[in-house]
């Protein structure tokens, strides 16, 4: 049974393509809707003022559907208020697993019973909303796992690229510096190596596509960018990589990620590489 949207409300942050699809999805069919300004790693216990927000934004809310904002402590509060909570979210973080085949776009959908016909009329054309539900699943490899046909599996791909621009003004000269970092790649016992030195840039999904670009099959790439971030992509060690450094998976457990710690450090490359192969012989 899908949710009523007269009853419900989303909370969503908008940090991202499928994030920014989701909310606009809401608005477009009038499902109320709590947008976070927190950036990637939002988190709904500072979130401020909440409880009167979401009844500001619906005071008759029943159904609260939290989008990848996990909070133990802060949801069980809502749920102790009498509001069901509704959780959506595929990552895996490093003491809560929230890992889903689906999309959060994808659930988000089907809780609202968004099929193709809603949101066409909602003014959204439905193949390239399907495609932001696929490429935040399992990036551009997915399409081709779906059989998406050519002609689609283009269009998705420009239109996700394209919303990524409308997120990020800066997103022309992220893929300029992502072109050169790429260019510069080195490969180190089987597994691509990309440095990016600039922490300010936001060009991991940049990178991506120019590797969906390059290879037919997913490679297996080390992004290394001290001071930001460090991911590991396309590999069956992700869930090692997260339990050897913390961070988070995401892409259906193919992908690792591990934001900056309190002191600043990333692991090295070498200690990626040497926790990947390690996994690799072991497992």
């Known amino acids: 049974m899908s949710l009523d949207s007269l009853t419900s409300l989303i909370i969503s942050p908008r940090n991202d393509v499928e994030s920014m699809t989701i909310v606009a999805l809401a608005e477009a069919l009038h499902i109320p809707c709590i947008v976070s300004a927190q950036p990637h790693g939002a988190t709904l216990d ?5 409880i009167d927000r979401i009844r ?6 029943h159904d609260i559907v939290i989008v990848e904002m996990p909070s133990i402590a802060k949801e069980d509060a809502l749920r102790e208020l ?17 890992m889903q085949k689906e999309s959060s776009l994808e659930q988000v959908r089907a ?3 968004m099929n ?9 054309d439905p193949v390239l909303i399907r495609g932001v539900g696929l490429i935040d699943r399992g990036f551009v490899w997915e399409l081709a796992k779906e059989h998406v046909p050519e002609a689609d599996r283009k269009r998705m791909i420009a239109y996700y690229r394209a919303q990524n ?6 997103q022309i000269q992220g893929e300029r510096a992502a072109k050169k970092a790429w260019d510069a790649r080195s490969v180190i016992e089987g597994v691509i190596v990309v440095s990016v030195t600039d922490p300010a840039l936001r060009i991991r999904e940049s990178l991506s596509f120019l590797a969906a670009e390059a290879f037919a099959e997913a490679p297996a790439t080390i992004i290394h960018q001290p001071g930001r971030m460090a991911y590991m992509q396309e590999t069956s060690t992700a869930s090692v990589l997260q339990r050897t450094f913390g961070g988070f998976t995401f892409g259906q457990d193919l992908c690792w990620g591990k934001p900056v710690d309190a002191q600043g450090n990333i692991p090295s490359v070498e200690e990626i590489l040497a926790a990947h192969h390690l996994a690799l012989m072991t497992r």
Do not use: K
């Open 46 to 50: 500072v979130e401020p003022g909440l």
């Open 82 to 98: 009498g509001f069901d909570v509704h959780i959506v979210d595929h990552h895996r973080y490093e003491t809560l697993d929230r």
């Open 111 to 113: 809780l609202f019973d």
């Open 56 to 61: 500001e934004a619906n005071p008759v809310a």
């Open 165 to 170: 621009t409308i997120l990020d003004p800066d």
């Open 116 to 124: 193709d016909a809603a949101v066409a009329a909602a003014g959204f």
